[in-house]
């Protein structure tokens, strides 16, 4: 499976972008995606996750209200709707993909075999 990420850029804070990650190659072994992001100086944080056949989604606290995550199954794309942006999202985007996600691990990027290459969001104050 390869993963490319899509739609970083730089916004004022109050704003909006939407990130896009498309897959490609064995998507069939797809259970489900997810965004990261990593700060300078932190840890890869979980950001949403989203299961690739019902579409349930899940969220870290700290974006819930504001991101949204959605797939589109006949684009094999995964996007990542982000309004209300603060300077503390600031950070490099990463989407993932896992073949034998479970719910208890949605969250912890060494379930995810798969990577993009990162997009970066920049939000000014």
């Known amino acids: 499976v390869q993963l490319q990420a899509s739609g970083g850029g730089v916004v004022q804070a109050g704003g909006s972008l939407r990130l896009s990650c498309a897959a490609s190659?064995?998507?069939?072994?797809?259970?489900?995606m997810g965004w990261f992001r990593q700060a300078p100086g932190k840890g890869r944080e979980f950001i949403a996750g989203i299961w690739w056949r019902t579409g349930s989604a899940y969220y870290d606290d700290s974006v819930k209200g504001r991101f949204t995550i959605t797939k589109d199954n006949s684009k094999n794309t995964v996007y990542l709707q982000m309004n209300s942006l603060e300077s503390e999202d600031t950070a490099v985007y990463y989407c993932?993909?896992?073949?034998?996600?479970?719910?208890?691990?949605?969250?912890?990027?060494?379930?995810?075999?798969?990577w993009g290459q990162g997009t970066q969001v920049t939000v000014s104050s």
């Open positions: 993932a993909a896992g073949s034998s996600l479970i719910l208890s691990s949605i969250r912890n990027p060494t379930s995810y075999g798969y």
């Open positions: 190659g064995s998507t069939f072994s797809i259970r489900g």
